[in-house]
């Protein structure tokens, strides 16, 4: 009887604001946590690319790769665009790609790479701090890059034009680099403290209202063709829209609740490694000439087939061990 009236006391709008209440307060220590770790592996990656950039480094790497490049249909100064996002992330790529003139085909394949493995360093260790293989996490996404950019300089029609960017580099100045490092850092970090916050509250509100098995529910033909299970739908959806750095405390408090299994986790973060931000990168890079359809299709395809890859490999290595 006593239970009864608590659950009826619990659907009053009283009762609705003090489980309000309770979830953020809950949230609110784990969130500054994760808030916390990703800002200081922010501030450190930045300012390390920073110096790189300085001292004329970050150009080694692309000088590097740049001969592949040529076989992917791109010119060979692409690989700096690449690189850059590599290690920074997708507005620093465009940035780069902007002053190559590149044409639809060429901007739509390298852009299919800077989605695959933008962020690297950033965004790998989310995915590790949530439970998968930072080394594998950098295999799949790296391999994915290259492969998905094979594959699209066979069958996208056109052929490779080359770059037509400026030939000499304008002097760097460390004074104003660090104050525009300075500036866009601290805007960086203020837009990520606020998402990781309401984040983590809006996951907790809607598991304490029930609205995640509904979510489950509708997304579960979707995620069951591309091998995901329904209960990761919510992690999916934070992936698709705001990536993986911005959702880092759900994916990480989710990992660590024991309501995701280790190999759910690997699954899901085999997919989203290659297949996330899908709202305001993609918008981005279509922007300035990639072709959206193929930019989201073709990685959704490529997340697919690694996942069912990974679900085999799982398959196989259980019926060993037994």
Not at 65 to 76: E, T
Request: glycine content about 6%; proline content about 3%; hydrophobic content about 55%.
């Amino acid at each position: 009887m006593e239970n009864t009236e608590s659950q009826e006391r619990a659907k009053t709008p009283q009762g609705n604001g003090r489980r309000v209440v309770r979830c953020i307060k809950e949230v609110f220590p784990i969130a500054t946590k994760t808030a916390l770790w990703i800002i200081k592996i922010t501030v450190g990656v930045s300012l390390a690319i920073l110096f790189l950039k300085y001292f004329n480094i970050l150009p080694l790497f692309s000088d590097f790769i740049s001969p592949v490049f040529n076989h992917l249909g791109l010119p060979g100064e692409a690989a700096l665009a690449y690189v850059t996002g590599y290690f920074v992330n997708v507005y620093a790529a465009i940035s780069v790609a902007a002053s190559l003139e590149l044409d639809v085909r060429a901007m739509t394949i390298l852009s299919v790479m800077v989605l695959c493995s933008h962020n690297m360093i950033t965004e790998t260790a989310v995915q590790k701090k949530s439970g998968s293989s930072a080394v594998r996490i950098v295999l799949v996404r790296t391999f994915s890059a290259f492969f998905l950019a094979f594959v699209l300089n066979r069958f996208l029609p056109g052929e490779v034009i080359p770059a037509s960017g400026a030939e000499g580099e304008e002097a760097l100045l460390l004074g104003p680099m660090l104050r525009e490092w300075a500036v866009s850092t601290l805007w960086l970090i203020l837009k990520m403290g606020v998402l990781i916050y309401s984040l983590s509250i809006m996951q907790k509100l809607l598991a304490e209202f029930g609205v995640i098995r509904l979510i489950s529910k509708f997304l579960k033909p979707l995620l069951a063709l591309f091998g995901l299970p329904a209960r990761t739908s919510l992690l999916w959806i934070v992936a698709n829209i705001l990536g993986l750095a911005y959702g880092a405390a759900i994916m990480i408090q989710e990992s660590r609740s024991g309501k995701i299994s280790r190999n759910d986790i690997d699954l899901l973060n085999t997919h989203i490694s290659i297949a996330h931000s899908n709202f305001e990168d993609l918008f981005l890079l279509s922007s300035v000439g990639g072709i959206w359809y193929v930019l989201l299709l073709s990685r959704w395809l490529m997340a697919m087939v690694l996942v069912w890859l990974q679900r085999l490999e799982i398959f196989v290595a259980d019926k060993i061990r037994r």
